[in-house]
């Protein structure tokens, strides 16, 4: 029975949330290591990015609010989210038109593409907080649980609760999905195909007719929709706040250079490495020390290995872990 | 020369009308930021300017700066150090101790099972003894007195100190960064850069016993007289009145002109090594490397050393010019530091500027901290017009209003990407 509700409790407390930011790193991570493997370098206005799309979709679900449109028990974010994306994949087609092609026409080093989209990075914070603010908003309005602690107590008897937020769901689920559309969009469509081709030998995709624009317009449209969604299921899950996006910018960096940059199978992996990492080393294990364990050997302290003020310190130690070992990558990514 | 002449005179000419439109306390308190803006702007420079190395963690170096004042100038506090800190170093030995043991063992020993045990084993049984060692040890410290102490205080040296032990402190970080991050793919730099400065952060705003935390150490000494002693010596207020000033009001303006005058010796101190440095064997060698490295190579030079020598000494200037900031504020707020503030602001400085041209920086610093400070009364007025149909009270003239102050992270931003577009090689280019 302790273990059991050992079990519950890692469950409840690890497993669950782990998973469910592993996902949001994951989809956040996929838009970066797409656009580095098509336009080769890493862009920083990501985390504005996602802060931006998720910024568009609350503007559109409080519209369908006041309207009363809703789709009870889920949020009505979900509804607003194609709205959301198709204003932040304009917005990104207009900064790539204004801002990088001319960079990539004059075949400019990467760090300068890197130095411009920090430019975009000021631009879309400034955007952001000057149409919503700086404050934090919440706007998850659906059902707030698929499981409660409290039933989950009484269902199976156990003393530990479970409890199953619906953000927590509905982010694992739409991750699924957009992971296997966008697997199946990459391996199985003639544009995908072209856009795999491009990334691993330009030249090559060049000479056989691809054209090179419409390859880098549909990397930006695909990382618009990774970013909106990742930006607006970290919203729901936790709370919108633009500071907060762009201190994720350091955690799916890693979560991507971990896979291994430009591997999209390795930005997923790297995503729930860093998540389960950042979750168990913050993660206070007195309660399911004191289940597991004798009563004699029961911890007293809190048994967490670092305060969760340093999660960022995590992602950044598995980053220098794997730069100073495996500088590709686990699933080695490219190299420019 | 006469070009740059102008630029120059262009900018003193905004801090002087600075001084007659608002106030000359206002001008004189940008031109102190100015100066500090400066020598950051320099300390990126010599690292982007001269070897091509992209830094996202200015705000980390400058904040290790800060931090050194404390540690220099603070005094010790006694019940502290009895309580825990003889405890704490020997914690923190064991700690590095731990550090180094594995890194040892694992170079030391034959790759294979046995070593990755033995390096897993040694990480594992140093951090639990260095747990308990450490968490009693802090513990204790913070309970002294924890409304106005509650740490291990400073060594009590003059504040100028501070600065060579900043720029120390700065280096050292840069090194273990540059040791790791240097030598792969250049944003690989900017990414482990843009990590650490959080970490520092991070660091500082949560260990309570170091620096106080979030609960800020306030009342730092000063390098300069305090205004209250000058309006009570009598040959300061006789002076005053005979040069027709109120005695308060040229208290203020004296402490900002010896701040300045301290500031700016640093700063033409700086100018003078880099622009040396620039000129040397060493600095053509390192603009060859930057502008070829596979070349720089073949003649024999040893690029990952020189980059990671070049990223240690610009990012020491930075920690310098952190530690004169705090000096100016007389406080340690770790809440204070933002990265659009320490890090994105420095950068548009050395690219409006000109990057490569230690004069750009110095150009590009006092112009872009003014536009800087000057931006929100500018933007806020124009938001005024702007507002001006709508009805008072309504919900959007306040929210526009309001987001005044956003506005200069928008600016900025746009300034950018106009000058990388248009100017990129900025308003003082490189020879």
Same mark, same amino acid.
């Given at each position: 029975m302790d273990l059991l509700n050992a079990f519950v409790a890692l469950l409840n407390f690890v497993i669950v949330p782990a998973t469910a930011y592993g996902s949001q790193l994951a989809l956040g991570?996929?838009?970066?290591?797409?656009?580095?493997?098509?336009?080769?370098?890493?862009?920083?206005?990501?985390?504005?990015?996602?802060?931006?799309?998720?910024?568009?979709?609350?503007?559109?679900?409080?519209?369908?609010?006041?309207?009363?449109?809703?789709?009870q028990p889920l949020p009505?974010a979900l509804?607003?989210?194609?709205?959301?994306?198709?204003?932040?994949?304009?917005?990104?087609?207009?900064?790539?038109?204004?801002?990088?092609?001319?960079?990539?026409?004059?075949?400019?080093?990467?760090?300068?593409?890197?130095?411009?989209?920090?430019?975009?990075?000021?631009?879309?914070?400034?955007?952001?907080?000057?149409?919503?603010?700086?404050?934090e908003?919440r706007f998850n309005d659906g059902e707030r649980f698929i499981i409660r602690a409290r039933d989950f107590k009484e269902m199976t008897g156990l003393s530990e609760g479970l409890a199953f937020k619906t953000s927590q769901g509905i982010t694992i689920v739409v991750t699924i999905l957009?992971v296997?559309?966008?697997?199946?969009?990459?391996?199985?469509?003639?544009?995908?195909?072209?856009?795999?081709?491009?990334?691993?030998?330009?030249?090559?995709?060049?000479?056989?007719?691809?054209?090179?624009?419409?390859?880098?317009?549909?990397?930006?449209?695909?990382?618009?929709?990774?970013?909106?969604?990742a930006?607006v299921l970290y919203g729901l899950d936790k709370a919108f706040k633009?500071?907060t996006?762009?201190q994720l910018?350091?955690p799916?960096?890693a979560s991507?250079?971990?896979?291994?940059?430009?591997?999209?199978?390795?930005?997923i992996a790297g995503g729930y490495i860093i998540a389960f990492s950042e979750v168990t080393l913050t993660y206070a294990w007195k309660k399911v020390a004191t289940y597991v364990l004798p009563d004699s050997m029961a911890p007293d302290g809190l048994v967490q290995l670092l305060s969760t003020d340093y999660k960022y310190a995590v992602s950044?130690t598995i980053?220098?872990?794997?730069?100073?070992?495996?500088?590709?990558?686990?699933?080695?990514?490219?190299?420019? | 020369?006469?070009?740059? $002449?102008?630029?120059?005179?262009?900018?003193?000419?905004?801090?002087?009308?600075?001084?007659?439109?608002?106030?000359?306390?206002?001008?004189?308190?940008?031109?102190?930021?100015?100066?500090?803006?400066?020598?950051?702007?320099?300390?990126?420079?010599?690292?982007?300017?001269?070897?091509?190395?992209?830094?996202?963690?200015?705000?980390?170096?400058?904040?290790?700066?800060?931090?050194?004042?404390?540690?220099?100038?603070?005094?010790?506090?006694?019940?502290?150090?009895?309580?825990?800190?003889?405890?704490?170093?020997?914690?923190?030995?064991?700690?590095?101790?731990?550090?180094?043991?594995?890194?040892?063992?694992?170079?030391?020993?034959?790759?294979?099972?046995?070593?990755?045990?033995? @390096?897993i084993?040694?990480f594992v049984?140093?951090f639990v003894?260095y747990r308990t060692?450490f968490d009693p040890?802090r513990d $204790?410290?913070? $309970?002294?007195?924890?409304?106005?102490?509650?740490? !291990?205080?400073?060594?009590?040296?003059?504040?100028? &100190?501070?600065?060579?032990?900043?720029?120390?402190?700065?280096?050292? $970080?840069?090194?273990?960064?540059?040791?790791?991050?240097?030598?792969?793919?250049?944003?690989?730099?900017?990414?482990?850069?843009?990590? &650490?400065?959080?970490?520092?952060?991070a660091?500082?705003?949560n260990?309570?016993?170091?620096?106080?935390?979030?609960?800020?150490?306030?009342?730092?000494?000063?390098?300069?007289?305090?205004?209250?002693?000058?309006?009570?010596?009598?040959?300061?207020?006789?002076?005053?009145?005979?040069?027709?000033?109120?005695?308060?009001?040229?208290?203020?303006?004296?402490?900002?002109?010896?701040?300045?005058?301290?500031?700016?010796?640093?700063?033409?101190?700086?100018?003078?090594?880099?622009?040396?440095?620039?000129?040397?064997?060493?600095?053509?060698?390192?603009?060859?490397?930057?502008?070829?490295?596979?070349?720089?190579?073949?003649?024999?030079?040893?690029?990952?050393?020189?980059?990671?020598?070049?990223?240690?000494?610009?990012?020491?200037?930075?920690?310098?010019?952190?530690?004169?900031?705090?000096?100016?504020?007389?406080?340690?707020?770790?809440?204070?530091?933002?990265?659009?503030?320490?890090?994105?602001? &420095?950068?548009?400085?050395?690219?409006?500027?000109?990057?490569?041209?230690?004069?750009?920086?110095?150009?590009?610093?006092?112009?872009?901290?003014?536009?800087? &400070?000057? @931006?929100?009364?500018?933007?806020?007025?124009?938001?005024?017009?702007?507002?001006?149909?709508?009805?008072?009270?309504?919900? !959007?003239?306040?929210?526009?209003?309001?987001?005044?102050?956003?506005?200069?992270? !928008?600016?900025?931003?746009?300034?950018?990407?106009? @000058?990388?577009?248009?100017?990129?090689?900025?308003?003082?280019?490189?020879?």
């Open positions: 991570a996929l838009g970066v290591t797409l656009i580095y493997g098509i336009l080769r370098f890493s862009n920083f206005a990501h985390g504005d990015t996602m802060a931006f799309g998720a910024m568009v979709t609350i503007l559109f679900t409080w519209l369908f609010q006041a309207i009363g449109i809703s789709i009505t509804v607003a989210l194609p709205f959301g994306i198709a204003v932040t994949a304009a917005m990104m087609l207009l900064t790539d038109r204004w801002i990088y092609r001319f960079y990539r026409e004059q075949k400019a080093k990467p760090i300068i593409l890197v130095m411009a989209s920090l430019g975009v990075m000021f631009v879309l914070n400034g955007v952001v907080r000057v149409i919503i603010g700086p404050g908003q957009a296997a559309v966008l697997f199946w969009f990459l391996n199985r469509t003639r544009t995908g195909k072209s856009m795999r081709a491009y990334s691993d030998n330009e030249d090559l995709a060049l000479l056989s007719g691809i054209d090179p624009e419409k390859v880098v317009r549909v990397t930006w449209i695909l990382a618009a929709i990774l970013a909106t969604t930006g633009p500071f996006y762009f910018l350091l799916i960096f991507a250079i971990v896979g291994g940059l430009g591997n999209p199978l390795g930005a950044f980053l220098v872990i794997v730069l100073i070992f495996k500088p590709y990558g686990i699933f080695r990514g490219k190299a420019v | 020369m006469n070009r740059n $002449a102008l630029l120059f005179g262009g900018v003193a000419l905004l801090y002087v009308l600075t001084g007659f439109f608002q106030s000359w306390n206002t001008a004189l308190a940008i031109f102190n930021m100015g100066l500090i803006s400066a020598v950051m702007a320099l300390g990126v420079n010599i690292q982007w300017g001269y070897a091509g190395l992209f830094n996202v963690g200015i705000m980390g170096f400058v904040a290790l700066g800060g931090l050194a004042t404390v540690l220099v100038s603070a005094p010790p506090v006694g019940e502290a150090w009895a309580a825990g800190g003889l405890r704490i170093l020997i914690a923190l030995v064991v700690g590095a101790g731990t550090v180094l043991a594995g890194v040892l063992t694992f170079k030391r020993m034959t790759p294979g099972r046995a070593r990755n045990l033995a @390096v084993g040694i049984v140093g003894l060692l040890a $204790a410290i913070e $309970a002294v007195n924890p409304s106005v102490s509650g740490f !291990l205080g400073g060594a009590n040296l003059p504040i100028l &100190i501070a600065w060579p032990v900043g720029g120390l402190i700065a280096a050292g $970080a840069a090194w273990l960064i540059g040791k790791t991050a240097l030598g792969l793919r250049s944003d690989y730099l900017a990414i482990a850069t843009l990590g &650490i400065a959080e970490i520092i952060i660091v500082m705003k260990e309570d016993w170091m620096a106080r935390g979030v609960k800020n150490v306030v009342g730092l000494p000063r390098p300069v007289p305090y205004e209250v002693d000058l309006q009570e010596s009598t040959t300061f207020v006789e002076r005053a009145v005979g040069l027709g000033l109120d005695p308060a009001a040229a208290s203020s303006l004296w402490v900002k002109i010896l701040y300045a005058g301290l500031f700016a010796a640093v700063l033409l101190a700086l100018i003078w090594l880099t622009q040396m440095a620039l000129n040397s064997p060493w600095g053509r060698m390192m603009r060859a490397i930057r502008d070829n490295e596979t070349a720089a190579e073949a003649m024999g030079k040893d690029v990952t050393r020189r980059h990671l020598q070049i990223f240690v000494i610009g990012s020491a200037i930075c920690g310098m010019a952190g530690a004169m900031m705090t000096t100016l504020d007389g406080q340690l707020t770790p809440g204070t530091y933002q990265p659009l503030r320490f890090t994105f602001l &420095i950068w548009v400085m050395v690219i409006v500027g000109g990057s490569g041209n230690n004069w750009g920086s110095v150009l590009g610093g006092f112009l872009i901290w003014w536009l800087w &400070i000057q @931006v929100e009364p500018i933007g806020g007025a124009i938001m005024n017009v702007v507002t001006l149909p709508l009805p008072d009270g309504s919900g !959007l003239k306040e929210h526009l209003l309001d987001s005044v102050q956003h506005i200069r992270l !928008l600016t900025m931003g746009v300034v950018l990407l106009l @000058v990388l577009r248009f100017s990129p090689r900025g308003l003082i280019p490189e020879k």
